[in-house]
């Protein structure tokens, strides 16, 4: 671990290291059906739980994100804990954003050593509204939110925008459609597994020019469940942790008109932070993208300087499955996963917030030293999903 | 949409959400809703000498405190857009629309709107040059601008105008200071398995429990899960009819539109077979003689889907043993 990035303070430059040490996601649908948050949560959590052996007593914090938006209920996210067990009472928090936030959370609570274990949760349930509707809150309430621009004309300004500029065509945003839910084969809790090829893709009609249906994640509910643990905590409950090396998160202007909504400066930046482009470090073999929308793939690829190395949402991504409050988390997850299952090295997470990648998160996962020497099959592995993922 | 039971019994059931959210404004955003309200379009001097429309109080690079306004033209050009087949609810307009960003004649940032096109997305390009179509009626406010429309200026497309934003103290007589938005979002609610199953047994006049698999608790009303212990609770229990008065208040203070007498007794009755009490009203006896330990059972009403009040059972009151744990 390099501890001579800019300031330091964002990577783990302390004495403590803070790894995933499980992954759990539910089915993710488009309505699951008559289940409450907590019915569709609980599943996930004992997953985890029950993979790690630990209980709510051994847990050192617990936080979680969500939006009472999505349920149109205040405070819903408190119902939600009856899925955790809170008893004896435990350390809790609560973020109303995604879940890769309550993650960062806890990731800073153990690394100041107030907690050597956090279990981290989300999920969304869209089902219950209009999710493009309730996503117009989310803008800025004095000069957008009143003319209620919906999510689907957010995406396809921004789409725009990357069009004009010529750093993408229609062409290679239909791949990225096709590419991620084809790749969403091999993950059997997505919810599109398939797509057809490119071209039959541009066929369509436009749903609201410049965007095709392929160009918009589905509405989905879904939920997500992390163990992080520090140090030997994290060796004990199981083999291969996957060590979270650095991790930031920043913010651009709330106002569209002016940012350029063709480039994701917030992203770079909280990947420099994390470490992602440190010297020497090798390429990421794995990335987790949060892009929802087809072109903002693009964008973020381009800020985090992602080449032919690296494979791009092997899970599919939120284009296969967007429980919206818990797909960031997801991205966490699959990342983490992947290292945990010896497939990766080193990959990277990112998650994002708010409209056109407002707010973005960037997480860099690696595998022990160990597990990275010449003879084991991580590697080979990494090549060959590389190879499916094509 | 009304009420409703899926495949799997589960219960559903239309919710709305309605705000009117009033905001109070800065002096900048007040300056610049104003001036929509008088026809005038207001930007603001950023840091970096670029002019913000529309105009933002803090400086989007340095935060710093932004103050100096300027008027721009009510004319520009669009800078990005994309087509809108089916307006929602709320939107600028009722017909289909793009929505753009335009940067107005004079600015250097860009402002989200609607733009009217009625040669629809074929006669929208990034470039062409709009104008402002104002509001018949205008209260200072964003809606203040009906819409984009599309300016005939021909081959002014291609040789914008070069206009400069010219200094204005933002001052206007009856300067609005806040803004109230309505919003109503349109939910379905959908309680869950345990609750739906709990529902569907009350139709019945029966009270469901849920025991957990770990603590042999039984939960009443249930929520599908134990919350001690974290783990499903499948198994239905029957509970009552008859309950145990844990703990009870007398009501003096009569509620706004309820249709009953005051003093009453509401208190917490623990259904025979349950692991915790739920509340309910007591009846059936004078207010003073309500006791802990008093034995009750429910009373239904016509078409009622949950019992109106509990009353006295005549049996011996329980053994302050035996319910002392559901406190
Ligand atoms: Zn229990």
New binding site residues.
């Given amino acids: 671990m390099s501890d001579d990035r800019p300031n330091g303070a964002a990577g783990a430059g302390g004495s403590r290291e803070v790894a995933v040490v499980a992954f759990a996601q539910s089915d993710h649908v488009r309505r699951a059906d008559g289940l409450s948050e907590a019915e569709m949560l609980l599943p996930v959590v004992r997953e985890v739980l029950d993979r790690t052996g630990l209980d709510t007593e051994r847990l050192g914090f617990v936080c979680s994100g969500s939006s009472d938006y999505l349920a149109g209920r205040p405070f819903s996210f408190t119902m939600a804990l009856d899925a955790v067990?809170a008893w004896p009472p435990v350390s809790e928090s609560h973020v109303e954003m995604d879940g890769a936030w309550a993650l960062y959370e806890a990731w800073v609570k153990l690394l100041t050593g107030e907690a050597d274990t956090a279990l981290v949760y989300s999920w969304g349930k869209s089902s219950g509204g209009d999710l493009p509707e309730v996503l117009t809150r989310t803008l800025d309430p004095y000069y957008l939110a009143p003319l209620w621009p919906d999510s689907v004309a957010v995406a396809g300004l921004q789409t725009r925008a990357l069009l004009d500029a010529g750093i993408t065509d229609e062409r290679e945003l239909a791949g990225v459609a096709a590419r991620s839910r084809n790749a969403a084969a091999a993950n059997p809790r997505a919810q599109l597994r398939s797509s057809p090829p490119p071209e039959e893709l541009l066929a369509d009609d436009y749903l609201a020019e410049p965007l095709r249906r392929h160009d918009l994640p589905p509405v989905t509910d879904g939920a997500a469940a992390v163990v992080l643990a520090a140090g030997d905590t994290a060796r004990e409950l199981c083999a291969r942790p996957a060590w979270i090396r650095g991790m930031d998160h920043r913010i651009e202007a709330h106002s569209p008109g002016v940012r350029d909504l063709t480039d994701s400066p917030s992203t770079r930046l909280a990947a420099e932070r994390a470490g992602l482009f440190d010297e020497g470090a090798p390429a990421p073999d794995t990335a987790e993208l949060h892009a929802p929308f087809t072109a903002q793939e693009v964008i973020l690829r381009r800020a985090l300087r992602l080449g032919e190395d690296t494979v791009v949402n092997p899970s599919g991504g939120a284009l296969a499955a967007n429980p919206v409050m818990a797909a960031g988390l997801i991205r966490i997850g699959e990342a983490a996963d992947r290292v945990l299952r010896g497939t990766s090295r080193r990959a990277v997470a990112h998650a994002t917030s708010g409209p056109w990648l407002q707010h973005n998160l960037v997480a860099v996962v690696e595998a022990d030293e160990a597990a990275s020497a010449p003879g084991t099959d991580g590697g080979a592995d990494a090549a060959q999903a590389r190879e499916e993922s094509r | 949409m009304t009420t409703g039971a899926s495949a799997t019994g589960a219960l559903s059931a239309p919710l709305v959400v309605e705000f009117p959210f009033t905001r109070s404004l800065g002096p900048v955003q007040s300056a610049f809703l104003t001036g929509l309200r008088e026809r005038t379009v207001l930007g603001v001097t950023a840091a970096d000498g670029r002019t913000l429309v529309p105009p933002v109080e803090y400086d989007p690079v340095t935060a710093q405190e932004l103050r100096t306004l300027v008027e721009v033209e009510p004319t520009g050009t669009v800078t990005t857009w994309t087509w809108n087949p089916a307006p929602r609810r709320g939107q600028p307009l009722a017909r289909p629309f793009a929505w753009v960003l335009v940067r107005l004649d004079g600015a250097d940032s860009a402002l989200l709107h609607a733009l009217d096109a009625p040669g629809g997305p074929a006669s929208v390009r990034t470039g062409m040059r709009v104008r402002i179509r104002w509001a018949a009626e205008r209260h200072g406010a964003i809606t203040d601008i009906a819409c984009f429309e599309p300016l005939d200026a021909g081959p002014a497309d291609e040789d914008p105008p070069t206009a400069q934003p010219r200094p204005h103290d933002g001052e206007f007589a009856d300067p609005v200071t806040g803004i109230t938005a309505p919003a109503r979002l349109d939910y379905t609610y959908t309680p869950g398995r345990a609750q739906s199953r709990f529902l569907a047994a009350l139709r019945d006049r029966r009270t469901l429990g849920e025991r957990?698999?770990?603590?042999?608790?039984v939960y009443v009303p249930p929520r599908g899960a134990?919350?001690?212990?974290?783990?499903a609770?499948d198994e239905q229990v029957e509970l009552g009819p008859a309950g145990t008065v844990t703990t009870f208040c007398v009501v003096n203070i009569k509620a706004k539109g309820l249709d009953i007498e005051v003093p009453y007794v509401y208190g917490h009755i623990a259904l025979d077979g349950a692991g915790l009490a739920l509340h309910g009203r007591i009846a059936g006896i004078p207010y003073d003689e309500v006791r802990m330990g008093l034995r009750v059972e429910p009373v239904w009403t016509e078409d009622s889907r949950y019992p109106d009040h509990y009353r006295p059972t005549g049996e011996p009151d329980a053994d302050y043993e035996s319910y002392k744990e559901l406190l």
Avoid at chain 2, 212 to 217: G, L, N, S, T, V
């Fill in positions: 067990g | 957990c698999p770990a603590c042999r608790k134990c919350p001690t212990c974290g783990v609770t």
